[in-house]
T-cell receptor, first 112, second 113 residues
Framework: QKEVEQDPGPLSVPEGAIVSLNCTYSNSAFQYFMWYRQYSRKGPELLMYTYSSGNKEDGRFTAQVDKSSKYISLFIRDSQPSDSATYLCAMSAGAAGNKLTFGGGTRVLVKP | GAGVSQSPSNKVTEKGKDVELRCDPISGHTALYWYRQSLGQGLEFLIYFQGNSAPDKSGLPSDRFSAERTGGSVSTLTIQRTQQEDSAVYLC???????????FGPGTRLLVL
């Protein structure tokens, strides 16, 4: 079993809907949690970064971390066709310099 | 400002040949990482450099893979005697010393025939 599990999708939603993405993990040492967006044939782009449990909001994006359940989520409000991409969760165990462990990515399609 | 750059963007080689992939990190970033992204395996850590410290090579899949970082900036990933299973996108990322977030380049798409 992988350390980080993520549903590969695809997840198809109409424009304007809320996109809900999540990852589960098994390593309780993970403390730093990130979400990346990756467009086809491009490198991952950092969207959200959260330390430990809690919520973080940035514009249309909200990230949630529940360490007790080893579960993280990303919500995208008022989704746009430009949000169509693969979303990757990533996490690390320690301070600066720790390698990231990634989920497999969820492909999202927002239909106009 | 300029982001992480990688070259070449695409590389096609024959099985058994050696290849070199280059990464230019964001200016001032002291940490540099190499990852590999392939179908079925997702994004996997390969190697990490931080300043003048010994690199963390724990993710390198075999001794055919090596990397170096010259002058604390540019890095080169070398794959010797390439195999078809080495076909993947090789991604480089960098980060400032005091931050955990990593910023990725566009990747090099390697195809081994």
């Amino acid at each position: 079993q992988k350390e980080v599990e993520q549903d590969p999708g695809p997840l198809s939603v109409p424009e304007g809907a809320i996109v809900s993405l999540n990852c589960t993990y098994s390593n309780s040492a993970f403390q730093y949690f990130m979400w990346y967006r990756q467009y086809s044939r491009k490198g991952p782009e950092l969207l959200m970064y959260t330390y430990s449990s809690g919520n973080k909001e940035d514009g249309r994006f909200t990230a949630q971390v529940d360490k007790s359940s080893k579960y993280i989520s990303l919500f995208i409000r008022d989704s746009q066709p430009s949000d169509s991409a693969t979303y990757l969760c990533a996490m690390s165990a320690g301070a600066a310099g720790n390698k990231l462990t990634f989920g497999g990515g969820t492909r999202v399609l927002v239909k106009p | 400002g300029a982001g992480v750059s990688q070259s070449p963007s695409n590389k096609v080689t024959e099985k058994g040949k050696d290849v070199e992939l280059r990464c230019d990190p964001i200016s001032g970033h002291t940490a540099l990482y190499w990852y590999r992204q392939s179908l079925g395996q997702g994004l996997e850590f390969l190697i990490y450099f931080q300043g003048n410290s010994a690199p963390d090579k724990s993710g390198l899949p075999s001794d055919r893979f090596s990397a170096e970082r010259t002058g604390g900036s540019v890095s080169t990933l070398t794959i010797q005697r390439t195999q078809q299973e080495d076909s993947a996108v090789y991604l480089c990322a960098s980060s400032p010393y005091t931050q955990e977030t990593q910023y990725f380049g566009p990747g090099t798409r390697l195809l081994v025939l």
